[in-house]
């Protein structure tokens, strides 16, 4: 056999490894119901803004505090607390992508992802990250 | 019954549209004709049809810039009755972003890559001479494609193209819609909807058109490694394909690399480069070119791995089509910050990719057998096994990025539910930190063997010192940078030593190659100076993310609201609030917020960012300097603001700051009311912070804010004020009467306690005065920022340019030889 047959192979396996390892780290998206079943442990949760419940950004007192409640598909609502910034534009998402996880009652969220309805007639999707 | 439209421009339109029409005609054509002249056997049959494909392509050329021309024209003139230039543009926009309007969406953006194969096309009609038949048939059979995304125009149902000379009373969602029967409905329509406030940037003026160019000319190695396939001459167009695969290489680099600044310092990624999947997109095919211009060269020397050359010079333009699925088709949907909006042309797209990559790998795999290669075994210590080790080392990288990257594809072929990874970037990193070590290490030590087969003395003879100084300079970086990135545990600090010392040792490997194996000759040391360029990217990479920092850190509050302990590591709580006027200690500066300004015809607000640096001992200050962090505020009736960092340049670091929130400001926010308050000399007031003593009236007022004048009758109130906090302050309002009519008051205020007093009135029968009292309920002007400092990010920039001024070399002496 070819040495370059055997650097081939060598690379498919290392190739195979890799997508393996990394699909590994791939999250899903997931409802509060089945996040809760598994707290502490970090999800996507897809939902909407509950406007109906009080939304708190005051940054004199804390400018890396802002909280809200988000209803999720199911229906369900949950407090949710997001360490940064209120995101621009935040009361007119027409969708919430939270990244976190649940922790007693709440949902800690790091990573907000919006969906806007934006001033054109398309999709303009919006983005408020906090580096871990 | 037809409607009379009052004030419409309609003619630009009408031949706007007939001539991106014509454009497609002309580049069928022109395809027709060239693929023909290709086929034909007898010369002066070629000569005919070649003489055919030339004039439509000229035709297509001047249909192209004239479209183009009357795309900016009705730009310019807001000429609102367009859809396009409703949507991307309004009154208000200055001159200079109007190009960036002009490819901020789809339809301009295709038209800019179209116009880049135009320039690209007559450039080859004129030198590649005879491959410019089979070659143009592709190049043509490109333009064919995009052509079609501009036509607008239904095909059996189904709409090809979008045209960008729709008018808005026919766009699809406004048909029915009352106000389209008006005829004077553009009366109503003032302005259009305006530029998207992170477009509002020179980096969107010039990025775009350096990363489409890139994109263009990426069609030229394919279309000579498919006119090699096609015409059976398997090794011929090796020589003149070359120099177009290292230009196309070096644009779409710096294009990327342009995408990375403008991340930089217009975005609020947080940096230089977030593995979004627009920057993943053109940095794949990339790679993949890269991974083909080194079995090139293997190829060239010694006759080895040209099926590879073939499949990645076919497989980085597929990979550029792929991209455009990706960011035009709408599928990335919320996975992404910069995609283009979906035009319902996702299934053109489709097809655009799959008629380059089916004839293109068909005839592949068909010819695999003709194509020329040698049954003779490399040896290990040969150029050739290492240069096809490195491409098929970064091939593993594009393969693990495009994964990951599709993941919204995935999720629509296969019906599954798979979100983005939780941390993207550590997701990308993990792999491509090892991916970099081996290019890194290959790099450096690939050059010093030769092809074929190489003494093994000579190898380490020549490698031993450039081996001992990278390791001695990797200790040094190490010990003095104090690099201890421990995020991610001890395995990923070993990890990036390692890298460190890879990235170090391709700099000096590269540098000692140029002396050592080229002798210092300069004309053929452009690969060396490439290769210094990209160590430079990856050590400036390196150390600028592993070592950035986070200056604004909030401090004070972990404690008052109890995130201590684990969840403080989790919660680094970065954003820092920073009163008007009152200095915040962050990092090694104290930072002062001054203010805000904006300017006439700049729709930025400003925001005046003080940083001082002082002697922590004799309390002098050793350094200061201003940013202008700037920010949209209030667009278009969005609430909330789109920020644009400022960042202080040093030789070693960067200090990178940018808005993330400020207050809502309108009148109404302001509920504070003036309390009043009659004194007497001596009297005291009370507020919730201290109280303040009326010590006596004086005639010559000193407050910065009153300009005497004269014959004014003028006398200030002296204000001792005293604060809960030991502090102890002086205020002055001042009350005046002008012209002996006019009565005026100054009032004085004290920011770091939002007190403001006002002298309203004198009472000389009660020998009193009258003061007003306002306090602020809270500071109610601030603004919240973040603060970054990127340590050695010009390593980076600078690596860039090396890296292009390596390319710029290697492709003259490539050109020089042909």
């Known amino acids: 056999m070819k040495k370059t047959n055997i650097v081939l192979l060598v690379v498919i396996a290392v190739a195979i490894g890799v997508i393996v390892t990394v699909a590994g780290d791939f999250s899903t998206y997931e409802t509060f119901a089945t996040a809760k079943e598994k707290e502490g442990k970090e999800y996507h949760i897809i939902g909407v803004l509950d406007k109906a419940k009080e939304l708190t950004y005051d940054p004199v007192k804390d400018a890396n505090y802002f909280s809200f409640y988000m209803k ?56 408020s990250t906090k580096q871990m | ?41 007898e010369a002066p049959l070629e000569a005919s049809w070649k003489r055919l494909a030339r004039w439509a392509f000229i035709i297509e050329v001047v249909s192209v810039f004239t479209v183009f021309g009357i795309l900016y024209y009705i730009l310019y003139n807001h000429y609102f009755e367009y859809k396009y230039i409703w949507r991307n543009s309004s009154r208000t926009l200055e001159t200079k972003y109007l190009l960036s309007s002009f490819w901020a969406d789809q339809e301009g953006s295709f038209l800019l890559w179209s116009m880049w194969h135009c320039v690209l096309g007559v450039i080859l009609i004129f030198t590649s001479k ?33 045209n960008p000379f729709l008018l808005l009373r026919q766009a699809e969602e406004n048909i029915g819609l009352p106000w389209t029967t008006s005829p004077d409905y553009l009366s109503m329509i003032r302005d259009g909807n305006g530029l998207n406030p992170l477009l509002q940037n020179y980096w969107m003026v010039i990025h775009p058109p350096v990363t489409f160019l890139g994109f263009a000319s990426m069609v030229v190695p394919f279309a000579f490694a498919f006119a090699g396939l096609w015409t059976r001459q398997y090794k011929e167009w090796i020589k003149p394909g070359l120099p177009w695969a290292l230009f196309a290489a070096m644009i779409l680099g710096i294009g990327v690399m342009m995408g990375a600044a403008w991340a930089y310092e217009a975005l609020t990624f947080g940096g230089y480069w ?12 990339w790679l993949t070119l890269i991974a083909g211009i080194h079995t090139l060269l293997a190829f060239k020397h010694t006759g080895q791995a040209l099926k590879s050359t073939f499949f990645f010079f076919l497989i980085s333009f597929v990979l550029i089509l792929y ?55 490399e040896s290990t210590y040969s150029r050739e096994f290492w240069l096809f080790v490195g491409a098929l080392v970064l091939l593993i990288a594009a393969i693990q990025i495009t994964f990951t990257t599709s993941i919204p594809v995935w999720n629509k072929l296969f019906g599954l539910n798979m979100a983005p990874p939780l941390e993207p970037e550590f997701h990308y990193n993990k792999i491509q930190i090892w991916v970099a070590i081996v290019v890194g290490l290959l790099t450096a030590i690939v050059q010093f063997l030769k092809y074929k087969d190489t003494p093994r003395k000579q190898v380490t003879q020549k490698l031993l010192w450039p081996t001992v100084a990278a390791l001695i300079i990797t200790v040094l970086i190490g010990w003095l940078g104090r690099i201890n990135f421990d995020t991610y545990g001890a395995g990923f600090l070993v990890a990036i030593y390692i890298m460190l010392f890879a990235s170090v040792y391709a700099v000096i490997g590269n540098t000692a190659y140029i002396f050592s194996g080229l002798k210092g000759n300069m004309k053929s040391a452009g690969a060396s100076v490439a ?38 590591k989790e919660n680094p709580r970065e954003n820092l609030m920073l009163p008007r006027n009152f200095p915040v200690q962050m990092g090694d500066y104290h930072v002062t917020y001054a203010g805000d300004s904006t300017a006439a015809g700049d729709p930025k607000t400003y925001y005046v960012v003080r940083y001082e640096k002082k002697d922590p001992a004799s309390g002098a200050v050793l350094e200061k300097f201003t940013l202008y962090p700037d920010a949209f505020v209030n667009t278009k009736g969005e609430e909330g603001l789109t920020p644009n960092p400022s960042s202080k340049h040093y030789l070693t670091r960067d200090i990178f700051t940018y808005v993330t929130a400020v207050p809502i400001k309108d009148n109404g926010s302001d509920t504070a009311k003036y309390s009043q308050h009659e004194v007497q000399e001596g009297d005291s007031i009370f507020f919730s912070n201290g109280y303040m003593i009326f010590t006596g009236l004086q005639p010559q007022p000193e407050n910065g804010n009153y300009k005497p004048a004269p014959g004014d009758l003028a006398v200030g109130a002296q204000l001792q004020v005293y604060t809960k ?31 403001y007093v006002r002298f309203s009135k004198i009472m ?3 020998n009193k005065i009258a003061l007003e009292v306002k306090e602020a309920g809270a500071f109610s002007d601030y603004i919240v920022l973040k603060a970054l400092v990127f340590p050695y990010i010009n390593v980076l920039w600078g690596g860039v340019l090396v890296m292009i001024v390596g390319f710029v070399m290697s492709i003259y002496r490539r050109l020089k030889r042909n």
């Open chain 2, 1 to 41: 019954m037809e409607t009379k439209y009052i004030g419409e421009h309609l003619l630009p339109g009408q031949l706007g549209h007939f001539f991106a029409v014509l454009s497609f005609i002309a580049s069928l054509v022109a395809t027709i004709a060239y693929y023909n002249a290709v086929r034909a056997k």
């Open chain 2, 274 to 285: 977030a593995w979004d999947p627009v920057e993943n997109g053109s940095l794949v095919p």
């Open chain 2, 725 to 755: 906090n030991d502090e102890q302050y002086k205020l002055q309002p001042v009350y005046y009467i002008r012209d002996s009519t006019y009565q005026y008051s100054v009032p004085d205020t004290l920011f770091p306690q939002s007190l």
């Open chain 1, 72 to 127: 999720d598909k199911t229906g369900e609502t949950r407090k949710v607390i997001f360490y940064g910034t209120k995101p621009t534009d935040f009361e007119k998402a027409e969708q919430l992508v939270l990244t976190g996880k649940i922790e007693g009652n709440e949902f800690h969220c790091n990573k907000i992802l919006m969906k806007c309805p934006s001033k054109y007639k398309d999709d303009q999707v919006a983005m």
């Open chain 2, 323 to 377: 991209a455009t699925f990706l960011t035009r088709s709408g599928v990335l949907g919320d996975t992404s910050v910069h995609s283009f909006t979906d035009l319902g042309m996702s299934g053109q797209l489709l097809v655009y990719m799959a008629v380059f990559t089916i004839p293109g790998f068909t005839l592949l795999i068909l010819r695999r057998k003709e194509i020329p290669d040698v049954k003779k075994e």
């Open chain 2, 764 to 766: 000389p029968k009660e």
């Open chain 2, 531 to 568: 290769h210094i360029g990209f160590g430079l990217i990856l050590l400036g990479a390196l150390i600028s993310s592993s070592k950035k920092q986070v200056i604004s850190m909030d401090r004070m509050n972990m404690l008052g609201t109890g995130f201590f302990g684990k969840e403080s």
């Open chain 2, 130 to 162: 005879k491959w410019e038949a089979p070659v143009m048939t592709v190049v043509s059979f490109a333009q064919l494609c995009l052509a079609s995304m501009l036509l607008g125009i239904y095909i059996l149902g189904y709409r090809v193209g979008s």
